[in-house]
């Protein structure tokens, strides 16, 4: 079903404000009409759609624009694990936020440069010029915690200034397989090889677009020799003494602590 980029939403269930990779709720709710109207009413909407077959609408915020009156603004990963009960409510907030993401980045034709409009058919853009088509994208993207033992794999990455500790994790590059990508990025940034790959779950991960698949698997041979174009130190962790660790949420810490598998330890 196509996406619909109109003001009026009276008949839709759910509405999803965003500022950044925040998202704006009333009450620790989802806002209600009268917040969307409002940003509408004060011009400070930079982009917005409806999704009829989800049932929900997705508005965009200017940069730096306050925060509509009567609400509040929280990180969305924070969201993502306040309603980790509820499934729909997460999907549909991935949804809207990745789509957000792909209408703000897909803007012109890339074969002839002609500016895009939706699709009156498909979740898609499509090009007045040349006829071209343009489909949202993801960017698979794998994430793991390699086992030795009652120890796990954690690593301080180089990007990251906060002390935080994460999985090893890396984009699917074009040709691989899924195991094979566990298998070259553990061996690319700690220089250890692993086996007895198992899947433990996914998540959508709007960052802007990417699907992130967990894994666990065990350690097989090697020492640790860190990349240091990567991380800054790579360690062995007893599951009782870890150390600080990404926030609830994150994909990271449902991996970690056996959220995805429950037993996985």
Known sequence: MALISKKLTSYLKDHFIFCGNNIILQNDKLPDEKVLNRCFEL???????NDEEYNFSAVELEKDCPVPAGCQEIALRSYFWESRQNSSIVTKASRAKGLLNFRKNKRFCSYCGFPLKDDEHFVAKFCPNCDRQYFPQLEPAVIIVVQKEKQ????EHKNRNDGVFSCIAGFV???ETI?????????EETGLNVK????AGSQAWPYPDQLMLAFY??????EIKIQEEELKQAKWFDLDKLPKIPPPGSVAYNLINGLFEQNSF
């Open 43 to 49: 011009n400070v909407a930079s982009d917005w759609f």
């Open 152 to 155: 796990i794999l954690l690593a």
């Open 173 to 175: 590059e074009t040709g």
């Open 179 to 187: 195991e094979q990508t566990v298998v070259r990025e553990v061996k």
């Open 196 to 199: 007895n790959i198992r899947y």
């Open 217 to 222: 698997c065990d350690w097989e041979s090697g």
